[in-house]
């Protein structure tokens, strides 16, 4: 809020659409951090759009408009706060896509689908035209897929501006603008000032690494369990590939044709994390950025679940005992789909202990780390050389060659496909499905109601007898049942 006003009033303000006003207008006045990232606030005498925790002292109610994203804001000619820096709020909350092709195409557009195709080849990836696309988008975001993109590719190049030293040309790369001059005038046109300028007046940048180390910090909304989250990836961190210790998750990372290392742990007293890349080339950072979001389920808005769940007053009491408690996600949905097969039938440190053995003898050791094999070495492996029962080794290998020949689609985003064509390989059963949805997917409402674990659980705290009974149960819960799994899973541990 502390940029001067344009000379031209804010352009199509009139467009933003509906929100719950009153509510709006008392998160604004309390300043809580929960409510980042699930409005902006655009002041119609400033020109400028920003977060609901901004800061300076809080404009007129009646000058100001809400927005359900960042890009609605922009379309309607705002410009983002320098003060409260949009670009560093928690992100596009898993709620707003209530459709799932909105939240399938969001999966894409941060996977970068808009970098190097238009609209036109994302709907056909979604299976829609490219009007009833957009037609979702303005419905449910404010904004249609294109604008979703270029506030992306802004808000990434001004984290990079503010928290890196990384030279113009390759923030421009990394943030998928292909050039620095579409990069110095886009900021131009929106910021009215250069990248340089901005630069400038931006906080000290967040520590100071190794050339090929870049650090960012992610913000996230408030509670959130991260020594839960820790916990739960510590008991199946694959021996070789990942490692938590000291409040610290490492792993070794392949994203395209680079390999690196990632490091992540959390902000004492601030709702973030802090993200190290080691990366040889900074071109891929937003693509690692979007999917250690996703890993560590830093979109989620805890508001809108915990009153989803806290319905069901049984399972209130154990949301209310951990209301931080998140789904964890995957580095790579290959990974996932590999320890869901290792998993089937046996305990976590056993599967753990099989990962092991299969990343010493398919994986890749390069640079002094070990890397997670690909499917090719996997389909051609011998079957009585993997450590696991015939029927096992042999799924391994065929949901591997699925994937090689495209029947197993992991980037599909459409969580209910993806069940679908896993339960389609002999060997897959729906327990491994569902789990590959809720991590790999990220499907909310992935639910495991045959897990013998989740079973047990219910059967203490809920009084459920039978998988049929909680499935039927469950219901009252979607689309969050992934979240009042983890709860279940969390009090039987």
């Known amino acids: 809020m502390d940029q001067p006003a344009l000379n031209r009033e804010p352009a199509r303000a009139e467009r933003s659409i509906p929100l719950d006003r009153r509510a709006c207008e008392k998160a604004l006045k309390a300043r809580d951090a929960r409510f980042d990232g699930r409005f902006f606030i655009g002041v119609k005498t400033t020109g400028v759009y920003c977060r609901p925790v901004c800061p300076v002292k809080s404009p007129k109610i009646g000058n100001v408009l809400f927005f359900p994203s960042a890009a609605a804001a922009a379309e309607a000619g705002f410009r983002p706060c320098l003060r409260c820096r949009p670009e560093s709020s928690p992100g596009t909350p898993a709620w707003a896509g209530t459709s799932a092709t909105v939240q399938r195409g969001l999966r894409l557009i941060g996977e970068g689908a808009l970098d190097e195709g238009g609209v036109e080849a994302l709907s056909d990836r979604l299976g829609v035209t490219p009007r009833h696309l957009s037609r979702l988008f303005m419905q449910h975001l404010g904004a249609s897929p294109k604008a979703i993109a270029q506030t992306r590719r802004l808000h990434f190049a001004k984290k990079l501006l503010n928290e890196t030293a990384l030279p113009m040309t390759e923030i421009a790369l990394a943030a998928g603008y292909g050039s620095v001059r579409r990069f110095n005038d886009h900021v131009q046109q929106v910021y009215g000032r250069s990248p340089s300028a901005l630069r400038r007046r931006a906080a000290p940048k967040t520590e100071s690494k190794p050339d090929s180390t870049f650090v960012l910090r992610l913000p996230y909304r408030p509670p959130y369990d991260f020594a839960a989250m820790l916990e739960f990836l510590r008991r199946r961190a694959t021996p070789g590939i990942e490692t938590v210790a000291d409040g610290r998750y490492v792993r070794s ?24 890349i080691d990366l040889p080339d900074s071109r891929r950072l937003m693509q690692v950025v979007d999917r250690v979001r996703r890993q560590f389920d830093l979109n989620a808005d805890p508001l809108e679940i915990r009153r989803c769940l806290g319905r069901d007053r049984q399972l209130a009491a154990l949301v209310n ?6 789904v964890p996600g995957a580095w790579d949905p290959y990974e996932i789909v590999i320890r869901g097969i290792v998993g089937q039938q046996i305990s976590v440190a056993g599967a753990t202990t099989v990962l092991g053995k299969i990343v010493q003898r398919y994986g890749t050791f390069a640079d002094d780390r070990h890397y997670f094999p690909t499917p090719e070495s996997l389909a051609g492996a011998k079957e009585s050389e993997l450590p696991m029962p015939a029927a096992r080794a042999a799924a391994l290998r065929a949901v591997s060659r699925a994937v090689l020949d495209g029947s197993v689609d992991l980037g599909a985003g459409d969580p209910a496909e993806l069940v679908e064509q896993l339960t389609r390989v002999k060997g897959v059963g729906p327990w491994t499905a569902q789990y590959v949805a809720m991590r790999a997917a990220n499907d909310p409402d992935a639910f495991l109601h045959g897990d013998l674990v989740l079973l047990r659980s219910a059967r ?4 459920i007898g039978s998988p049929a009974e909680l499935l039927a149960r469950a219901e009252a819960w979607r689309p969050w049942r992934a979240y009042a799994g983890i709860h279940l899973w969390a009090v039987a541990l």
């Open 253 to 276: 990372i392949t994203i395209g044709a680079e390999r690196g290392t990632l490091a992540v742990r959390q902000v004492p007293g601030q709702n973030q994390l802090l993200c190290e």
């Open 321 to 326: 005992r951990k209301p931080g408690l998140r």
């Open 460 to 463: 203490l705290h809920l009084g």
